[in-house]
């Protein structure tokens, strides 16, 4: 740690050195040190000011105490040559504390492949650039997530181009995930998508399960129950979509079947005789799925985290969330009252506290339908909500507190609004989910599912 009088010596030899060189004046100069010893900290972690002695270091000093605007002129022509050789498009040019030049430009559209599609991210890279005869030359490039106070603090703006604005991001909104965490997700989407195609096509050809699927399916599912002394699900769980909400969290979509209830119906005699004939699918219990007639049901499963292991018990999944708001649609909201009872009295309505009558009914929609209400196609929703307007309105007559002029200038601006569908900032779904030719889900075709009724009773 630099003491006291180290720091003075440098400061000292900082003024005399600049003031020869005559960069700034007597009045300006200290506070021109005073950034550039900030500047020079912040880029190496926080280090002490160096000695006078370590010419290396003093020199990246001296270097940064040169004002940037004075460069900008003669790099910004060398940074838009590199670029239009690139093919990149230039948005900030920026000097560090240790005198090292960083270009930050918009990745390209081709280098955005990779990564899913399931979520806004500032797709913004940082290239460290030297700049030699009047030349630049790139050199080590990352991605980054480019934020207002981070460039402030550690960095000293000398370009700025008119596209920065749209990707530099506010202290309050920060990065939603990593990069790596989207090639992964892409990655799973499309084995996801690929496992589910095969499954499809080999039901319809009365193949069964594919082999090297039902193998590899049959050895993680029989390793994963093996040491238990109890019986417990195993689940096939396929990634399928990644979906930032409004409100900018990430939830990852899956399709989830049994084990057991996959091979029944997809699979071929043997395979499922194959799949009971080990420990822990050998209980009564597991016996009687295996003997079961009901149809194969595929459940959508949303979760935070990406969950890329397709066999595992039901404790093993991750932290999941349901299934999604979007699955499930209200037919009747709770309150008024069934038709029997108006045949009773007010008294005998006021006996029983006045509850309401009728449940609360929620429908699980059908695979296509809810996909289709996650994308914004909602026509139940849409139909639900105009066919509420008159309710609404009459609400607004019935409001004691406001003139006529008043309830009508509302009532007209009830009936000039539209439904809005809720849609997430980013989607990115599997073939099998979205078309995105037709702008409709053919999820359907490929997962069956009932349609089961979840009442809540008073």
Not at 368 to 390: F, T
Request: hydrophobic content about 40%; glycine content about 6%.
């Amino acid at each position: 740690m630099a003491t006291a009088e180290q720091e003075a010596a440098l400061r000292a030899y900082l003024r005399r050195s600049a003031l020869e060189a005559r960069v700034g004046d007597a009045e300006t100069v200290d506070e021109a040190i005073d950034i550039a010893v900030a500047a020079w900290r912040a880029d190496n972690r926080g280090a002490s000011a160096p000695a006078v002695e370590d010419g290396k270091r003093v020199a990246q000093l001296l270097s940064v105490l040169v004002p940037a605007q004075s460069l900008a002129d003669g790099l910004q022509p060398i940074a838009e040559d590199l670029c239009s050789r690139k093919g990149w498009q230039p948005l900030l040019l920026t000097r560090s504390g240790k005198n090292q030049w960083r270009l930050y430009v918009e990745v390209p559209p081709a280098e955005r492949e990779p990564y899913s599609a399931g979520v806004l991210w500032g797709w913004v890279k940082c290239v460290r650039i030297s700049v030699r005869n009047g030349k630049a030359a790139a050199g080590h490039q990352s991605l980054i997530w480019l934020q207002a106070h981070t460039l402030q603090t550690s960095q000293e703006e000398v370009v700025r181009w008119p596209q920065a604005s749209a990707w530099i991001h506010p202290e309050e909104q920060p990065e939603p995930c990593r990069p790596s965490e989207l090639i992964k997700a892409r990655d799973a989407i499309e084995q996801g998508n690929a496992t589910v195609m095969r499954l499809y096509e080999a039901a319809v050809a009365r193949q069964g399960i594919p082999q090297d699927l039902f193998h590899a399916w049959k050895a993680d599912a029989v390793d994963s129950v093996k040491k238990l002394t109890y019986t417990q699900n195993v689940y096939v769980t396929l990634a399928l979509g990644l979906i930032q909400t409004r409100s900018g969290q990430l939830q990852y979509v899956y399709a989830r079947a049994g084990l057991i209830d996959l091979v029944r119906c997809w699979g071929l005699p043997w395979q499922l005789k194959d799949l009971m004939d080990n420990r822990g699918f050998r209980s009564s219990y597991m016996r009687g799925v295996a003997n079961s007639t009901a149809p194969l049901v595929w459940t959508t499963v949303v979760s935070k985290d990406l969950v890329t292991r397709v066999i595992a018990k039901d404790g093993d999944l991750g932290e999941f969330r349901g299934s999604g708001k979007w699955s499930l649609h209200n037919t009747h909201e709770k309150g008024g009252v069934k038709t029997k009872m108006r045949r009773e009295t007010r008294a005998e309505r006021r006996a029983a506290n006045g509850m309401a009558q009728v449940s609360e009914v929620t429908v699980t929609l059908s695979w296509s339908r809810r996909i289709d209400q996650l994308m914004g196609v909602a026509p139940l929703a849409r139909r639900a909500c105009y066919k509420a307007l008159e309710e609404r309105v009459r609400d607004v007559r019935r409001d004691r507190w406001s003139n006529e002029a008043e309830k009508e200038k509302k009532i007209k601006a009830l009936r000039k609004e539209r439904f809005t569908p809720a849609v997430p900032r980013a989607a990115h779904l599997a073939e099998v989910l979205w078309d995105s030719r037709a702008k409709r889900s053919n999820a359907s075709r490929y997962f069956s599912g009932r349609s089961t009724l979840i009442y809540s009773h008073n």
